[in-house]
């Protein structure tokens, strides 16, 4: 999970171009929008593709797709249970 979490990370650094922003700087729980690393629904799409070409993860619910993106943590903890053998 750890390992995970650190790859997301870097791979949303990468994707939203936070040039000014390392891994170490982003808190596994901190929210991701609003006070957090303060990204925008803008940013929730860039994430979502993310998902969808790292990970071949759809999110279909925008209601879903919230909760999901609150923080790497919580990113972490979907990609997981996605990969998990059914």
């Known amino acids: ?6 790859k997301l990370k870097v791979q949303i650094i990468e994707a939203l171009n936070l040039q000014d922003t390392r891994p170490e700087d982003i808190d596994d729980n901190a929210p991701l929008f609003g006070e957090g690393l ?4 803008i940013d929730s799409l860039e994430l979502m593709v993310l998902l969808e070409r790292h990970y071949q993860i759809k999110v279909e619910d ?3 797709g919230r909760k ?3 923080s790497v943590q919580s990113m972490a903890e979907f990609i997981q249970s996605k ?3 059914a």
């Open 1 to 6: 999970m750890e390992e995970l979490k650190q």
């Open 38 to 41: 303060g990204l925008d629904s």
């Open 62 to 64: 925008p209601r879903e």
């Open 68 to 70: 999901i993106l609150q």
């Open 83 to 85: 990969q998990q053998p």
